[in-house]
Every structure is written in structure tokens, then in C-alpha cells.
């Protein structure tokens, strides 16, 4: 917690510190003299809410179709035990390690011939195959933990496949949808270099760049302006976590017992 919560703290700090107290020797935690002003000079140096529209546009467009593309692929996985089942496991685990240098040029490429670079369709595309493996692994596991013999009694019920999974399967697995579409909207949300690469035109940018155009030609960063929009920039996690994460600790088979 001490690990976590330090630079969040420090950033709160530093985000209400007039640039006085931000070039003192001697720190200290909370601002003596706090202000709004570096909030006010964020805003007006960089296009800070166009910016914040793309991300959240990004992120939930990556999220939402991660999740529907997963969320099938995944009972699959799971369910149906086989050769093509574990070669696409095999797939996911081997998947997640290639870095992104490795795959951005033949990525651009690709989005060069599909007419999709410098768009944020574009950018979604990237970021639901980029998150894909890992959110079929994570599903995979949630619907392993759904015994099946809950599938055979509603199905012993006169229940057909459909029926069942929309009825009995699908509810149980609320808790690791949310988690997973959680996960794959904080990915997102905090993603830069696909950004960087494939986002040209200043008002097509996401967050995490903007935030870069504080920093000098020579490197040296506007503490104050950067804190209060990185500070900005990462409360929307915060909030979705806080609204949710009593969804992802809940018990998966809560009321699950047939009665």
C-alpha cells in the first residue's frame, strides 16, 4: 500500500503546489500555499478535454468489443478440451510475450493498407487485439470455475445450450466480465506508444501524449501543469475501480445452488 499510494499522494501534492514551493529545498507534503493555478495553466497550454474525449472514446470502444469477442471465445476454451483449444491457449500465453516494438511496424502497415492510421477506430482495433489474449485467459479461467454440472442440471431441465448459457452460465460469469472489461479499459485508458505512433493530428491525440507536450525541447518538465493533468488523467481509473470493484470481489457462485 505504502509502495502504491506514495507517487499518488506526491502527485496530489505536487498538482496544488505553487511553483514557489515546487522549487524549494525542502519539500514538504502538504502544499503551505495551495492553488488552482497549475489546473488552470494545464487547460490552457493543451488541449486537455479533447484529449481525456479520444482516451475515453479508446477505451470504452476497446473494452466493450474486447469483452463480446472474449466472452464466447472464452466458454470455448474452456468447455471444449481439444487440440484447437490448446493451441489457442498456447496462442494467448506466447502472445503476451512479444514487446510492442516488435510488432509496430507490421502493424502500421497493416493499418496503412486498411486506411485506419491517424483514427481512433483504428487505435480501438489495436487495442482489442492487444488485449484479446489476455482477457480470453482470464475468461477461460472464470467459466473453468463454473461447474459444470450446473450446465447439466438446467439442461436435464429441458434448458436448450442457448438458454443455459444466457440463463445460468452468463450471470455467473458478471464478475469476471466486469473485471476483465475493467482491465481492458485501464490498459487502454493508460496506453502510449501505439498512441504516439499511430495518432498524428493534435486533436485525434489520446491523454497519455498530450501529457508528454509538457515537457521542454531540452526535456525539462513543467512540474506544476503535468502533476494536475497526470493527476487529472488518473482519476477516471480510479472512479470506474471504486464504482465496480465490489462487482470483482463478490462471490462468482453466489446463489448458484439449485434448489
Request: proline share 7%.
Amino acid at each position: 500500500m505504502v509502495f502504491l499510494a506514495f507517487p499518488f499522494l506526491w502527485l496530489v501534492s505536487t498538482a496544488f503546489k505553487p511553483a514557489r514551493e515546487l522549487g524549494s529545498l525542502h519539500p514538504t507534503w502538504i502544499p503551505e500555499d495551495p492553488t488552482l493555478g497549475n489546473f488552470r495553466q494545464a487547460f490552457g497550454e493543451q488541449p486537455l478535454l479533447q484529449a481525456a474525449a479520444n482516451s475515453l472514446t479508446a477505451a470504452l470502444g476497446a473494452a466493450l468489443v474486447t469483452v463480446a469477442l472474449a466472452t464466447p471465445m472464452a466458454y470455448v476454451m474452456a468447455r471444449h478440451r481439444g487440440r484447437l483449444s490448446a493451441a489457442a491457449t498456447g496462442w494467448v500465453v506466447v502472445s503476451q510475450a512479444f514487446p510492442f516494438v516488435l510488432v509496430i511496424i507490421p502493424l502500421f502497415l497493416v493499418l496503412k493498407n486498411l486506411h485506419l492510421i491517424n483514427t481512433l477506430p483504428g487505435l480501438v482495433l489495436v487495442y482489442v487485439v492487444w488485449s484479446l489474449p489476455f482477457a480470453l485467459w482470464m475468461l477461460a479461467g472464470y467459466v473453468r470455475a463454473v461447474p459444470a454440472e450446473l450446465e447439466e442440471a438446467a439442461a436435464v431441465d429441458g434448458a436448450g445450450q442457448l438458454r443455459t448459457l444466457v440463463s445460468v452460465t452468463a450471470p455467473l460469469l458478471a464478475p469476471g466480465i466486469v473485471a476483465t472489461a475493467l482491465l481492458a479499459f485501464i490498459t487502454a485508458w493508460n496506453e502510449f506508444f501505439f498512441a504516439l505512433v499511430l495518432l498524428k493530428t493534435p486533436e485525434k491525440q489520446t491523454l497519455p501524449v498530450v501529457l508528454t507536450h509538457f515537457l521542454g525541447a531540452e526535456g525539462v518538465a513543467d512540474l506544476g501543469p503535468l502533476a494536475a493533468a497526470a493527476f487529472l488523467a488518473t482519476l477516471p481509473s480510479l472512479v470506474v475501480f471504486s464504482l465496480i470493484q465490489k462487482r470483482i470481489t463478490s462471490g462468482m457462485l453466489t446463489g448458484a445452488v439449485k434448489s
